[in-house]
């Protein structure tokens, strides 16, 4: 008996689905010869069966799986499509017991041999053309996915219509307008292929679709635009052992190479002070830290670490936070241990009182980071350790937070000097206070004058070496340290990571009851204590603050009502000349300087108007 197409389709898909080739796509001949000069005609009737096989991102892994190191091919993909789809060929015989007139290959491009997949790929309906993007776009793959192999089959009828009908594609005419800018770019250079310009003709592709969930991962994306079969070989066997690709096809850039070997230095000098654990929130810096190793850049051995820590310490205040699933997955690699604290939320405040009074302060910013920090060393006190590492400093030094991201060469440079001054980290202070000693090796001075020295392209720019339309800070630390689990993690400060954000977010809305207006609150809180509170949380802040030094503000180890140098919101002093952010209450900015004049005539504006209202 004949079978039908769709038993065809059934088996094949049985077969090449586990091997990574799941896109099968039946057609008529005759939808496609209508579309193809002559040369790539296929010679059969109109309406017999064609099937086009091809993959997306899920070819990678069955791919490399099967991979040989010992013996790879000039051609590899090419060769292992061939042997899957004949295989899967032979076994339609058995299963369905038919047999193939034909298959041709998609990579075959000598006339006879050759079909026109694009065009193929147009008439079973399953995508649409780009004409800026020179590619067909899948209503689900988008432009990641590739033709392999098409079987044609004599005896057997194709379907009555088209199984599939894409969407007409809706792209942003700027975001086609580019592409076709980034694809004409490659074209005019590509005659002259550098190792350097790989990436030219990814562009396009990844503009067309920004961070498209169907993209190849990078190994399969490196060894698609490679050029020359030794990288192909080294793209597979890196991803195949797991190891870097970061400097396969580019060279590391020199402010990479320079900072990776002044960073390990510096972490073996601390390495010497023996330190016990890692207060490890598993982003990039503590990611660096734990895992960076002595290896050089361009052969990377993820393993021993220079840091010889016995543990890892993480919070965690909502089963929903990151940190804890990046510092597991940092442990289990270095296999430390990790002690991972879960803690609610409630019982995490109750240290508010303690962290306010060591710190000297009710900026909830810092307590909703710093209560995270104090949990974590007195863990540590617990297990009996006496030293700890924190990532302290690399978000400052080497532009971390998004808004540097905005700032030209000039005012990033001199935001950096100036934040190189007033910066301080909550960690020593609390640390010491239980006679733990801590150790941060991004504070050392010779990074800090590192870092100072670097230009905005060293320090912000695309991830590498694919690059997928997101822009990264610390770039330099991401591209010297590839063995970080955390590489390319994106930046997540402490309270997101921990889960303590949710403090800000409406948790302290009925606080300290639903019944007074904030607007009294605010006012008797003047009125009683001469403090402008800002929200309800920064009210929660400051009793518990007030609390800490016995409810007499007098008890706070800072002047008060210095003229010049005084917060004008909370009247304490500020730390230096240099500081223009009140570390007592968290106003900003507290101080004009020519660097935030706008905003601060705006903030004092405001602050006037208010303390105005509370007079009448
Ligand atoms: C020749 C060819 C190219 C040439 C095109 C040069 C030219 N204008 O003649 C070059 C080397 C530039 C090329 C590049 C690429 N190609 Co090409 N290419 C082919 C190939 C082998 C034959 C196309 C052909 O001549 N068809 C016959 C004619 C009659 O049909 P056509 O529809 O008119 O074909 C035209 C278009 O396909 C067009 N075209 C195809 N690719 C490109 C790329 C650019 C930049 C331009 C301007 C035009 C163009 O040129 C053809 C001739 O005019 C097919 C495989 C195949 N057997 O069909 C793959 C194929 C079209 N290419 C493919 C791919 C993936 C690429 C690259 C991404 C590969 C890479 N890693 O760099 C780049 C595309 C860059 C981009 N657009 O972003 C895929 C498309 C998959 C999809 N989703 O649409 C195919 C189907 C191969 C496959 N295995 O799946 N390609």
């Known amino acids: 008996m004949i079978p039908h197409w769709s038993a065809i389709v059934k088996s094949l898909e049985t077969y090449l689905k586990p091997k990574g080739l799941d896109l099968i796509v039946p057609l008529q001949v005759g939808w496609y010869n209508d579309t193809v000069p002559e040369t790539y005609k296929i010679p059969l009737a109109d309406n017999r069966l064609i099937v086009l096989i091809g993959n997306n991102k899920n070819l990678w892994q069955p791919f490399v799986d099967a991979m040989d190191l010992e013996s790879i091919s000039d051609h590899p993909l090419n060769d292992y499509s061939m042997r899957v789809v004949t295989e899967a060929v032979e076994h339609l015989e058995t299963d369905v017991e038919i047999k193939t007139d034909k298959v041709y290959w998609v990579h075959e491009t000598e006339p006879g041999k050759m079909v026109a997949a694009g065009r193929m790929v147009l008439a079973s309906g399953m995508a649409r053309l780009s004409d800026e993007l020179h590619l067909s776009v899948h209503p689900t793959f988008g432009p990641w996915f ?30 086609l307008q580019a592409v076709k800018a980034e694809l004409d770019h490659a074209l005019t250079l590509s005659k002259r292929p550098t190792p350097s310009n790989w990436t030219l003709w990814l562009r396009p592709r990844i503009t067309f679709a920004p961070t498209h969930p169907y993209m190849y991962s990078e190994a ?58 890692i207060l490890l929130s598993g982003g990039l810096d503590t990611s660096i830290i734990a895992e960076a190793s002595a290896s ?9 670490p220079i840091m010889p820590v016995t543990a890892g310490i993480t919070v965690r205040a909502d ?48 307590l909703r980071n710093s209560i995270v920090i104090y949990e974590s060393l007195l863990r540590a006190k617990k297990e ?45 202070v609390l640390a010491a206070s239980m006679g733990i000693r801590v150790i941060s090796p991004f504070l050392d001075k010779r990074v800090i004058d590192f870092a100072l020295s670097l230009q905005k392209k060293d320090l912000i720019g695309e991830r590498s070496p694919v690059p997928n339309g997101q822009t990264h800070g610390k770039l330099v630390l991401r591209r010297a340290f590839p063995e970080a689990t955390s590489q390319w993690r994106a930046k997540e400060p402490i309270e997101q990571g921990s889960g303590t954000t949710k403090l800000r977010m409406g948790y302290f809305d009925n606080y300290p009851d639903t019944n007074t207006p904030f607007s009294t609150l605010q006012a008797d809180c003047y009125a009683t204590h001469r403090v402008v509170i800002r929200d309800r949380e920064h009210l929660y802040f400051f009793h518990h603050f007030l609390e800490a030094f016995n409810n007499d503000l007098n008890n706070v180890p800072l002047q008060r009502f210095e003229k010049e140098d005084s917060c004008p919101a909370c009247g304490f002093a500020l730390p230096s000349k240099d500081q223009d952010f009140c570390v007592t209450c968290g106003f900003w900015p507290a101080r004009t300087t020519t660097a935030n004049k706008a905003s601060a005539d705006k ?13 009448l």
Do not use: W
């Open 146 to 175: 590739a033709q392999r192999a098409v079987l044609t089959f004599n005896s057997i009828n194709g379907p009555d219509a088209p199984l599939y009908n894409a969407p007409p594609l809706e792209v942003n005419p700027k975001i």
């Open 220 to 277: 399969q994306v490196m060894f698609h635009y490679s050029k020359s079969i030794e990288d192909r070989h080294k793209i597979i066997r890196a991803s195949k052992l797991n190891q870097p690709l970061d400097y396969i096809l580019d060279s590391p850039p020199e402010a990479a190479v320079a900072c990776r070997s002044l960073i390990q230095k510096v972490l073996e000098e601390a390495a010497a002070n023996k330190p016990d654990a």
């Open 296 to 304: 050089p850049i361009d052969n990377i051995k993820a393993i021993p």
């Open 319 to 366: 089963p929903q936070a990151q940190d804890a699933v990046y510092a597991k997955s940092i442990c289990d690699k270095l296999k430390i241990k990790h002690l991972c604290i879960d803690i609610p939320i409630e019982k995490l405040l109750e240290r508010v009182p303690d962290v306010s009074r060591h710190l000297v302060s009710f900026d909830p910013m810092e």
């Open 384 to 428: 009996g350790y006496k030293c700890v590492v924190t990532g302290d400093g690399a978000d400052e030094l080497f532009a971390g937070y998004s808004f540097y991201q905005s700032m030209d060469e000039e005012k990033l440079a001199a935001y950096r000097q100036q934040i190189a001054k007033i910066m301080r980290f909550t960690s020593s």
């Open 603 to 615: 903030a004092m504006a405001q602050l006037t108007s208010l303390l105005d209202s509370f007079k």
